[in-house]
């Protein structure tokens, strides 16, 4: 199952009359979002029709967490991690995480770009959430030097503030 595949052609969504929490102040908000995207914060907003409402009154309305240290499906010293990338991130999001940071971690003398490549499609057909990677660097030689360059230009993202 991948993401697209759990949601409609488009989905509107008003949390209405809860408390909106941020990193520096709290308030009573409405929060207004399509596709999963906030398109709106503030006090009786004025929507699209067809939005469902969800009642927040007396509740926290609060950001999805941040896993930065996620092992799913990671193989160490011939088992396997429990969790998948469907079954981790459908429990992390149960609790209120809509990201993780997953560690690629190659085998000796395997590149840097190829374990990537091999966590990539072990993910991306699996994961419920956001995510992305830290890639470990396990071993040395200018072949890890070059994958660590192009992991960086291609397949990394830009940072935007």
Known sequence: MNRSDMQSNQTRVLIKGGTVVNHDFSEKADVYFEDGIIKQVGKDL??????????????????????THTHMQLPFMGQV???????????AVAGGT??????????????????????RQWADPKVCIDYSF????????????????????????????
């Open 46 to 67: 004025s929507v699209p029709g067809g939005a469902t409402i969800v009642d927040a009154s007396e509740k926290l309305v609060i950001p999805g967490g941040i896993d």
């Open 134 to 161: 830290h890639v470990a660097v396990t071993w040395w030689s200018e072949a890890v030097k070059e994958d660590m360059e192009t992991l960086v230009k291609d397949k990394g993202q830009p940072l935007t503030l």
């Open 81 to 91: 991690a429990i969790d998948d990338f469907y079954s981790g991130t459908r429990a």
């Open 98 to 119: 809509t990201m993780i940071l997953d560690f690629v971690i190659p085998q000796k003398g395997e590149g840097l770009l190829q374990a990537y490549e091999k966590w």
